[in-house]
């Protein structure tokens, strides 16, 4: 009898403090000032996968503290594979790698871009997997669509 007494309790305390990470995490991601990303996946014209996350932050170089980041991960077949990467917002160019090399894992690139307070933003990705020559292998295209920041973003 003591024992199971002894099980529930340990069961609830293990459960109330599941609940209150779980509601902690949910409850961070919605106080968020910048509000909550935006992401989109697929696979390329060879069926590479790939994932394209942004969003917006704060954490810029002042006096334009206010970034829409881009993260981008292809999930290449193996390393040492030689990929073109170029980020863009609304058409911008804001980075390019033209030799990004796999590693086991794939890539993975991360970028901050400066951005206004008013505006959309169309962040998209455009990778080229490449061989030797530089003939290209695959494409990849994704984009995403932000919305304009919130006005409690970088205040």
Known sequence: MRMRVL??????????????V???TAAQAQGRPC????????????????TLMSKY?????????????????IKTQAAGQ???????????EFFRNDNDISTTTGIREVHPNPVG???????????EHLDASGKV?????????????????AA
């Open 35 to 50: 509000g909550p990303g935006k992401a989109t996946s697929g696979v390329g014209t060879a069926g590479t996968a790939w």
């Open 82 to 92: 030689r990929w073109s990467v170029v980020f863009t917002d609304n058409g911008k």
């Open 117 to 127: 307070r008013t505006l959309p933003n169309h962040m998209a990705a455009h990778a």
């Open 137 to 153: 292998i695959e494409v990849i295209d994704g984009s995403v669509d932000l919305d304009p920041p919130p006005a409690a973003c």
């Open 57 to 73: 932050d704060d954490d810029g170089t002042p006096p334009n503290r206010l970034v829409a980041g881009e993260e981008f991960e």
């Open 7 to 20: 099980a529930g309790a340990v069961a609830t305390g293990v459960l109330a403090l599941t609940v209150s």
């Open 22 to 24: 779980a509601a902690g």
